[in-house]
């Protein structure tokens, strides 16, 4: 079975950069997509965007392109999302969820990574 | 590309049932048969209940149920119980050469 594990709740300042991951174990990640959620809080779930493994190809939800970079490491199986400059509007949960390549939906959770950007 | 629509909020004594809808458009609900559903309890992450609208993941009890017609898909929880109590979430492919997914706005299901 595949286990998400995410990186540890930050604290950050606006215009600062952040970094944060999601690595997989029980399988080879080749052959999976990895998407990334926003939850802001007290609020739905958003799709943020998707990287493939095998290519580290990246679709990205138009109200995130170009604020946010998705990517991967094939060889610790993990993937990151990571943002150049941050905004207090940017404070939310952020949750990793995996799927394997012709699948339509997603089977596995991280259990999310709280983001906090605070003055 | 627009969030599924769903109501606020459902709700049902236990055992009773429960329906919730999700509406979307034939870019995405009534374009694919793929939608699915995520149960997310306060401070905990999504947890997959439904998946290709009707089929239930290994270990979800059979009282969760998918149906879809037209643009709207609906989950079915039958036999209410108190740990149903939680926000639902609907998820569609929309085919996008962007993200190629969309979440429904939530509803939370509260047993009364």
């Known amino acids: 079975e595949v286990q998400l594990v995410q990186s540890g709740a930050e604290v950050k300042q606006p215009g600062e950069s952040l970094k944060v991951s999601c690595q997989g174990s029980g399988d080879s990640f080749t052959n999976y997509w990895v998407g990334w959620v926003r939850q802001m809080p007290g609020k739905g779930l958003e799709w943020i965007g998707l990287?493939?493994?095998?290519?580290?190809?990246?679709r990205y939800s138009p109200s995130f392109q170009g604020h946010v970079t998705i990517s991967a490491d094939k060889s610790i199986s993990t993937a990151f999302l990571q943002w150049s400059s941050l905004r207090a509007s940017d404070t939310a949960m952020y949750y990793c969820?995996?799927?394997?390549?012709?699948?339509?939906?997603?089977?596995?959770w991280g259990q999310g990574t709280l983001v906090t950007v605070s003055s | 590309q627009s969030a599924l629509t769903q109501p606020p909020s459902a709700s049902g004594s236990p055992g009773q049932s429960v329906t919730i809808s999700c509406t979307g458009t034939s870019s995405d609900v009534g374009g694919y048969n793929y939608v699915s559903w995520y149960q997310q309890h306060p401070g905990k992450a999504p947890k997959l209940m439904i998946y290709?609208?009707?089929k239930r993941p290994s270990g979800v009890p059979d009282r969760f149920s998918g149906s879809k017609s037209g643009n709207t898909a609906s989950l079915t929880v039958s036999g209410l119980q108190a740990e149903d109590e939680a926000d639902y979430y609907c998820s569609s492919y929309a085919g996008s050469n962007s993200c190629p997914y969309v979440f429904g706005t939530g509803t939370k299901v509260i047993v009364l």
């Open positions: 990287i493939y493994f095998a290519d580290s190809g990246t």
């Open positions: 969820a995996s799927t394997m390549n012709g699948k339509t939906y997603f089977d596995y």
């Open positions: 290709e609208v009707s």
